[in-house]
């Protein structure tokens, strides 16, 4: 899933300082999960917002919602009502659900309240870690389900680079070698002769993000 962190709060205030009636959106989805920007986070950052500009003496009026899912327009259209009620949005969900409300109410000024991070995994309770890069042409059948382009530093694609050590990668020492992580995986599946398979060079420039903006079209779904 998509995960996030919360901004710093005076970053927040910072571009809120002009408005006094805000509606703050959050997210039942990934940034739920990840404790980002989900109902309850939306709860405790109105408040701490509030308690701020009180402070500041230029009190602040903070509408709460959080639609199920706010990158499908069905659920920022929900919002039409309480958005005509105030003079901006802070969007608490990944920076996806930040631009479907900027489309949906190109009148009113969307603000992140996080920063979207990666596509991870619960490592443990509290922990989360890149395991995707979203590259367009996946290869985890090759690689034994380890990533070598969100996983290795280098992005290497055949076979560790030489700097490993005890297992860690050489750039990030608190990471494991994701080559470390593939040998070992492959091993465990007696398909150790993938290693030897040439995996070809990716032209990043066409099939992933490196050439701007991806699309999916499935004609069987358009209507
Ligand atoms: S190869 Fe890695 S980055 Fe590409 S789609 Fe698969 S998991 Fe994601
Ligand atoms: S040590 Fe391993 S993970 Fe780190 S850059 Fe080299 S091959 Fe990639």
């Known amino acids: 899933m998509i995960k996030a962190e919360q901004k710093p709060l005076e970053e927040i205030l910072l ?6 009636r805000i509606l703050l959106s959050g997210c039942g989805a990934c940034v739920t999960v990840c404790q980002a920007g989900g109902e309850k986070e939306v709860g405790l950052l109105a408040s701490a917002l509030r308690m701020a500009r009180m402070k500041m003496g230029t009190p602040l ?9 706010q990158c499908e327009p069905e659920f920022a259209a929900e919002l039409s009502e309480t958005v005509e009620k105030v003079e ?3 969007s608490v969900a990944c920076g996806v659900g930040v631009q479907t ?8 000024p969307v603000f992140p309240g996080v920063n979207t991070t990666f596509l991870g995994e619960t490592v443990t309770h509290g922990v989360w870690e890149e395991r995707c ?4 042409n996946c290869i985890l059948e090759r690689t034994g389900g380890v990533c070598p382009v969100a996983r290795c530093a280098k992005q290497l694609f055949n076979g560790p680079c030489g700097g490993s ?3 860690k990668c050489e750039i990030k020492r608190e990471a494991d070698c994701a080559w470390q992580l593939i040998y070992d995986r492959l091993n465990g599946l007696g398909q150790l002769y993938r290693m030897e398979e040439i995996i070809p060079a990716r032209r990043w420039g066409v099939e992933s993000r490196d050439s701007g903006l ?4 499935r004609e069987d779904l358009k209507v």
């Not at 571009?15 to 006094?20: A, V």
């Not at 890069?133 to 367009?136: H, L, N, Y």
């Not at 991806?214 to 079209?217: H, L, P, S, T």
């Open 165 to 167: 050590s005890k297992g």
């Open 133 to 136: 890069q979203a590259c367009g």
């Open 88 to 90: 901006a949005v802070l």
């Open 15 to 20: 571009y809120l300082k002009s408005y006094d």
């Open 101 to 108: 409300l900027a489309r949906h109410f190109p009148k009113t």
């Open 214 to 217: 991806r699309r999916i079209v």
């Open 61 to 69: 009026e903070a509408l709460e919602a959080t639609p199920a899912r």
